[in-house]
Each structure stands twice: as structure tokens, then as C-alpha cells.
């Protein structure tokens, strides 16, 4: 396992349980809790849909209860080839709980609508939250902040994530999870904070393709990856989802120490970037590329990190 780190002139080189040079946590910031736990906010969720030129994405918003800390940075989450949106609900739990309002959907054309279509759906997807936001009597009325954006998706979700983001530069933050490259002349464009999650044990998009997709992006974005150390493709679904239990007969067994260890890190990794980027916290830098990163690495939870943060 290696990884190479840059950020705000400070160099760490991981080998394994070594750091050579290293830097320190955030400047002494106090460390936040861990961001794999639940976030302080109660949530809410409604079904709805929106249209575009693709046709119909049938849709669940999750957000935060009450309007304390509004307007709330907004995300867009996109599945997987033949998936739906019931299969991701931990992106939106997750992040709503610590003050986000987040849209999953499900492409008009599951196994067929390319990734296209889903990237395009990404950014629709936002522009909805922000019009749903200036709806009166909108569950959400007052609380999607548009000037703030992120972007989550699985597999071919996450090819239409780095559609999207190499497009559309006012994208925030940008998380896809089993993702593959796209050649240097489209991920050099990507200007998008990026974290590329990949499992090692993953058998239908193998984690190679992330590391493909980290070494392309050559241009001003920072950037992180992340190998979940035993994890699967369907381990980025919700845990024990139909995606997760039934999915798991095309996909290799996850060897981890603890069931729900992949679900963790992906939360833990998932969060820390989005406050990180869409909120400025640098404190969650601990949990990207610093202490808490290097236990990780320590701990064999995690069997390649790299990083460029700029």
C-alpha cells in the first residue's frame, strides 16, 4: 500500500504503518466527532420526482427537521447500473444528519439510461432541491443553499459523477464510489474536490479502475483516495439491501474484520469530505489525511491511501 500527500506546502509519504515527513492535524483544531456516527440533526424525508429531458427520476429528499443553520449545502446522489434509490438511503440519512438536504434518485431507465443521463440527472437533481427550496409550503422551503454543491454516486453512478463534475466546475465536493477513469483529457478538467472510495475485494469494478481515475486527474483539483481494505462493490449499498444481500452473488465476499466495516468507512470518509469542501471545516482534515487517516492505514482498514488537497 502507498500513498503520496501534498497539501498547503506539507509532504507524508504512507508505507504501510509508516509516515515519512508527515503533517500536523488542522493546526490544533479540536477533532470533530467521528463522522461515521449519526450527526446532530433529527431528519425528515418525502418522496417526489423532476423531469428533464431524460424523462421522469422518481426521487427521495431527506433533510434536516428544523430550520436551525439554514440554508443547508445540497447533495445529489446517483445509483448504480439497474439500481434505485432505495438501495443508497445511507448517503441521504447520513449526510442530513449533519445538516444537508440530499436527493436520491432513480434514472427514468435503470439498466439502460447510461451514465449520461445519470450525470445530467446529478445536476438537475440539485437545481430541483433549490426550486423545491423556493416553493412556498415546500417541505423544504427556506432550506437548500444552491450556492453549495455535492455530488455521490456507485459504479456507474460514479462514472456519471465525474460526467458531471468535469462539466460543471460550480460543483462543491464530488464522492464516487467504484468509479473508473475517463481518460486524462476529460478528468484534467475537473477542477471538483474529489474523493475516489474503491474496495479492495470489489469484483465487478475493481478498486484499479479508482486508482485510474485518481492518476488522470492531473489538473487544479484536490483530491483523495481511499481503498476500503476487504470491502466489495455492493458493500457501497445499504447495508443489507437487496443490492447488498442479492447483488452480493455476482460480486466477491467482503473479508473484513466487522460486518459493518465498510459501511463505516464509507460514512466516515463520505462525511468528513463534504464538510470538509461544502463547509470549510478543516478539522475533518484529521480524518482525511491526518491522524485519524494514518490509523486506518495502521489498522489495515485501509489498503492504499493517496492525496493531493492542494
Keep these: 500500500m502507498s500513498g503520496v500527500g501534498n497539501r498547503w ?3 507524508a509519504i504512507v508505507l504501510g504503518a509508516l509516515v515519512v515527513g508527515g503533517c500536523s492535524d488542522s493546526g490544533g483544531e479540536p477533532l ?3 463522522p461515521e456516527e449519526p450527526g446532530p440533526y433529527a431528519i425528515a424525508r418525502y418522496d417526489t420526482s423532476f423531469t428533464d429531458a431524460n424523462g421522469t427520476f422518481a426521487s427521495t429528499i431527506v433533510h434536516p427537521e428544523t430550520s436551525d443553520g439554514a440554508p443547508f449545502p445540497i447533495v445529489s446522489v446517483a445509483p448504480g447500473t439497474c439500481s434505485v434509490k432505495e438501495w443508497y438511503t445511507w448517503v441521504g440519512e447520513q449526510l442530513a444528519s449533519y445538516g444537508y438536504v440530499v436527493i ?10 447510461g451514465p449520461f443521463a445519470s450525470a445530467e440527472g446529478l445536476v438537475d437533481a440539485l437545481d430541483f432541491l433549490v426550486s423545491e427550496s423556493e416553493r412556498s409550503g415546500s417541505p423544504i422551503a ?4 444552491g450556492s453549495r454543491r455535492g455530488i455521490v454516486g456507485h459504479s456507474l453512478g460514479a462514472i456519471a459523477v465525474l460526467i458531471a463534475e468535469a462539466a460543471h466546475p460550480e460543483i462543491g465536493a464530488a464522492v464516487p464510489l467504484a468509479a473508473g477513469g475517463l481518460g486524462e483529457t476529460t478528468m484534467s478538467k475537473i477542477v471538483t474536490p474529489t474523493l475516489l472510495l474503491a474496495a479492495s475485494d470489489d469484483g465487478i469494478v475493481p478498486a484499479n479502475g479508482s486508482v485510474d481515475a485518481y492518476e488522470q486527474m492531473k489538473g487544479a483539483a484536490p483530491k483523495e483516495l481511499a481503498v476500503i481494505a476487504g470491502g466489495n462493490h455492493v458493500g457501497f449499498c445499504t447495508l443489507g439491501s437487496i443490492c447488498d444481500v442479492v447483488g452480493g452473488l455476482l460480486d466477491n ?3 473484513l474484520d466487522e ?10 470518509y463520505t462525511t468528513a469530505w463534504m464538510e470538509r469542501f461544502l463547509r470549510g471545516n478543516t478539522a475533518y482534515d484529521a480524518y482525511l489525511v491526518g491522524s485519524e487517516a494514518q490509523a486506518d492505514v495502521d489498522g489495515g482498514l485501509l489498503s492504499d491511501l493517496r492525496y493531493d488537497l492542494k
Design 9 to 11: 506546502g506539507c509532504v
Design 32 to 34: 470533530p466527532p467521528p
Design 104 to 113: 436520491t434518485f432513480t434514472p427514468p431507465s435503470p439498466c439502460f439510461g
Design 142 to 145: 427556506g432550506l437548500a443553499d
Design 253 to 255: 465476499p467482503r473479508t
Design 259 to 268: 460486518p459493518d466495516r465498510q459501511d463505516q468507512l464509507m460514512r466516515r
